[in-house]
């Protein structure tokens, strides 16, 4: 807790009565990026003066999740619970100057006491970074509690003692404690602080306008982890959530984001949450993972056996699912639909579904047995590149016409897979393999007779 004047000194003051929600995450991250912007200090501190419902549960999910996102801080963690006595000096200290008094709790609770602080009433004013200055007259909050007795300071002066001992420079908060602030810089002003600078970030809504909650989705990191979000996703989209670069760039490293973040750029009105751009920024960084780390994170959330055991599978999730898939959620979605099951499974195609527009059923046999032909030559390179080049070299022999691709192609994905829609035929049979391929077209016009 040294001090150096000009240097910006924030803080993380996470209240571990729950886990951290996406809200406490953007205030965390909207700190962190401008202390670093500032190579500033962030001191880490659990504000757990609610014993009965915080616990050293969710500190511990706290820090994993700081860690994780990779928001590094430079001192702490602290607790209030354990700072307790500083507290009682500083209340003693307010009392003794007669800057607090010893009252009566309440009319009804005859014989218990609280300690007030002598509110001067004057108008506070401050300057919030994000929403400019902004003028209070506190007189309406009268004498208030700061604490229930003599050993138990209330919430706002454990955080003023805190801010001040720690020499906070800078409050970056939800605009939720935007009316504690009068009376927090009361108590910094008695207790002979600095003043530091606010910024109130504005609120996270849902797409119905309303806060931010369980019914929208995904809340909490875990949850996000869940729906297969990257970290380096959750902290670009979360940037963006109250914060925009001046133009219209979406994809930020978080070195970018350092360099660029200031308060000046944050909105004072409320950030719609939308999980569709979070997917669309999460496919970003999801095609930008090596492919090997790609197929294992796939394969982590495929649970058939069946096609784990399958020798192609890797190919086939750098094929087929690398293309289309935003969250890594998808891919056990995708697969309950039966989008690989043409690699394991041999779906017997329907005479109907072979047939394509009014094509005679007669062309369509001799599509698939000239293409049975060429397919069955020894000298055929079993590849994706090779399949589609001797397949349409086949299609333009057979004629210019367009209705020619779609009478060879169409009945061609529909004996290989047994259905109207799924990869390109060419990725198809590579991924079946020859023999499969081979069989699934004899298989086809036995239909077809
Ligand atoms: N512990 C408070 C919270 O988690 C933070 C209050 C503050 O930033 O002053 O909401």
């Known amino acids: 807790m040294n001090s150096n004047m000009t240097e910006v000194i924030t803080r993380f003051p996470p209240s571990p009565t729950g886990n951290l929600h996406i809200g406490n995450i953007r205030t965390l991250l909207f700190n962190y990026l401008y202390t670093r912007h500032h190579q500033g200090k962030i001191v880490m501190r659990f504000e757990d003066t609610d014993t009965q419902r915080s616990s050293t549960q969710h500190e511990a999910v706290a820090l994993e999740t700081l860690a994780a996102l990779g928001l590094e801080y430079d001192d702490g963690p602290y607790r209030q619970s354990q700072r307790t006595e500083r507290y009682v000096r500083v209340l003693n200290d307010l009392i003794e100057k007669d800057l607090a008094y010893v009252a009566e ?16 009433n004057q108008k506070i004013t401050f300057t919030d970074l994000v929403r400019g200055e902004i003028t209070i007259d506190t007189t309406d909050f009268g004498d208030f509690v700061i604490a229930r007795s003599r050993n138990n300071p209330v919430y706002h002066l454990s955080v003023v003692v805190d801010d001040v001992d720690m020499h906070v420079t800078h ?14 810089i009361l108590l910094i002003d008695a207790i002979g602080g600095k003043r530091p600078y606010y910024a109130h970030l504005p609120l996270i809504v849902g797409s119905d306008r309303k806060k931010l909650g369980k019914r929208h989705g995904a809340t909490t990191y875990q949850e996000f982890v869940d729906l297969g979000v990257l970290p380096e996703a959750l902290i670009n989209y979360l940037a963006l959530l109250g914060w925009n670069p001046g133009d219209d760039r979406e994809i930020f490293s978080k070195e970018e984001l350092i360099k660029e973040f200031t308060l000046e750029r944050v909105n004072n009105s409320p950030a719609t949450f939308s999980y569709e751009k979070l997917a669309s920024i999460n496919k970003h960084y999801l095609q930008k993972l090596p492919m090997e780390t790609y197929v294992q994170k796939a394969r982590n959330v495929i649970n058939s056996e069946e096609l784990l055991a399958h020798p192609r599978l890797d190919e086939a999730i750098e094929l087929v699912l690398h293309e289309r898939v935003s969250l890594l959620s998808e891919i056990p979605q995708l697969i309950e639909q ?6 394991i499974t041999e779906s017997p195609p329907r005479s109907e579904d072979l047939h394509y527009k009014d094509a005679p059923t007669a062309a369509i046999v001799a599509h698939l047995e000239n293409l049975l032909a ?3 030559g020894a000298s055929v ?26 009478q060879t192609l169409s009945p061609l994905r529909v004996a290989l897979t047994g259905a109207k829609q799924s990869p390109d035929p060419f990725t198809v049979a590579y991924l079946i393999g020859r023999e499969a391929t081979l069989a699934r077209l004899r298989y086809a016009l036995e239909v077809l007779q």
């Open 171 to 184: 409050i970056i908060r939800g605009e939720d404690h935007i009316t504690s602030t009068p009376r927090q």
């Open 105 to 120: 709790a309440s009319e009804e609770m005859p014989g218990e006491h609280v300690i007030r602080f002598r509110n001067p």
């Open 338 to 343: 039966g989008e690989l099951r043409w690699l």
């Open 374 to 376: 060429i397919l069955s």
């Open 381 to 406: 390179q079993w590849s994706v590149d090779s399949l589609r080049e001797l397949i349409w070299s086949y299609i333009h022999g057979a004629g210019e016409h367009s209705s020619i691709v779609g």
